[in-house]
């Protein structure tokens, strides 16, 4: 679209050249109906989730940090936040949220330097 003084509008990109349009295609594009894609929103990827229950009643953290200990000891490696997840599920029927591990993974490095 051009203003009045022959520069193009806001937002819009000034093309040389001459174009034609078949003016009944265009408005059957326009009176399409939106495509499925269009309409429904895309659902977000489920995501594992620990099943709602009863909180700890010990202090998670301090006992994975001991075992983290042992591990990195024991293999010269640090666990992944998924295996002390594991970890805690055997050993308590419970595990913390993934995120949580890995944050106490990565205060546990910084502290190890």
């Known amino acids: 679209m051009m203003l009045a003084s022959g520069t193009p509008a806001s937002g819009m990109i000034e093309v040389p ?41 010990h202090d998670w953290p301090e006992h994975a940090a001991f075992e983290v200990g042992r591990i990195v000891e024991r293999e010269n490696k640090w666990p992944s936040a998924p295996r002390m997840c594991e970890w805690c599920m055997d050993k308590w029927r419970w595990q913390p949220d993934e995120s949580d591990m890995r944050e106490l993974l990565r205060r546990l490095k910084r502290l190890r330097g």
């Not at 929103?41 to 229950?53: I, R, W, Y």
């Open 17 to 57: 050249g001459e174009y034609e349009f078949d003016a009944e295609e265009v408005w059957r594009l326009l009176k399409a109906p939106a495509s499925q894609e269009q309409t429904e929103p895309q659902q977000p990827a489920k995501l594992h989730h620990t099943p709602p229950g009863p909180s700890p009643t």
